[in-house]
């Protein structure tokens, strides 16, 4: 056997388990899509998508896309730096407008943008500020800087969410510039930056520029649906954001906005920008007719979405639920043991609703909860439905009460 499949099938061990006990919860195949599809034919109602406005499968967005396919083509089998289009230069103009930054560069995912973004920016003189509860796509990108030959930044991490700590870390910074990477709303725990405290911490020091990943942000905060910055006015703070259209936009796709010389040299010396192909234009026209979207009703589209999440929120917390850190629409249902999050899953999935579990290495030992993201998309008969599955099954598995799981038979 050659070592590559020694090392998978060792390495695949826990996965084989959880396979051979059925209760293996991942990569369940869709038969059509949006927040209410099927699996094995069965209806599901999905708790676990970032569908925030529920938009993905407008007919309008749809019918865009459709069109995009017939006047351009799928893909345009190169990078952007020689497959531009027009529809790309007019989304990136109407997205620097409609956020308020000075320029936009659309990237084909956000993980490819926050990668890019830093690998670009920091180097010898840098050291990178992140949060420890950072997302994959910063982590990465961070390490990726690290490992450049001699433009390798200082990296150094702070408390989640903690001014303290992050003073502490400016304070004690080995090189010139600072550049603080945040993300807007953290999408396990649910809950926001304490973005002032952060800005205020950051603005103390010189040479310290705070990044924030608004993915989570983008269509849940802010009045119109902006994100973070607009809720909490920090647009000068945050002069650098990153966000994506894999969530609220209902696509594929990552953005950049800033200053119009940042954004310009992100996009000549983003490796994962210049060395993968251009964003579809059929994704484009669908995040392009969702902005048309956000433009013209953003403020009743978060609005509605407010209001189911507030009814979702009251509804768990008067059978309590425990949802951790959260104070948004993403509200993780706390289990606090891999066993509780799996069997609560399967059960609720043989019912028709979809909560994800997060286990183990995505959060740590003892912190297993199931992915409940609320969504306009979803109705009060949805979340009714949902509520009263977690009720029986919170109680089943003493998710509510708290006592413990009997140990398993081998
Ligand atoms: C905070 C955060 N940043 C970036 C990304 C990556 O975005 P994309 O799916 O567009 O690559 C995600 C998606 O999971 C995310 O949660």
Redesign the pocket.
Known sequence: MSWIVDKSYRELARIREAKEKQVYPYFKPFESGGLHSTINGQPIVNFSS?DYLGLTTHPKVKEASIEAVKRYSCGLSSSRVQATTTAHVELEERLAAWYGYESCLLFT??????VGTIMSLADQDTTLVLDNLS?A??LDGTFMAAGTPRMAPEVRFFNHNSARSLRRILGSRERKNAMVLL?GI??LDGDEATIQELCKAAGEFENTVVVC?D??GTGTLGKGGRGIFEKYDLRAELPVI?S????TFGG???ILLGQKDVVDHVKHYARSFLFSASLPVPIVAAAATILDMLEDHGEELVAELHTKAAYMRKNLTDLGFDLGLSNTHIMPVMCRDERKALFTHVAMMESGVMMVPITYPGVKKGEERLRLNVTRGHTYEDMDKALELLKIYGEAFFILGGDELAPMEE
Do not use: P
């Open positions: 970032n995912t956000g993980y490819q943008a926050m997302h796509c910063i993300e953290y999408s990943d993915a989570h990153v994506t259209f894999s969530k594929i796709g990552g």
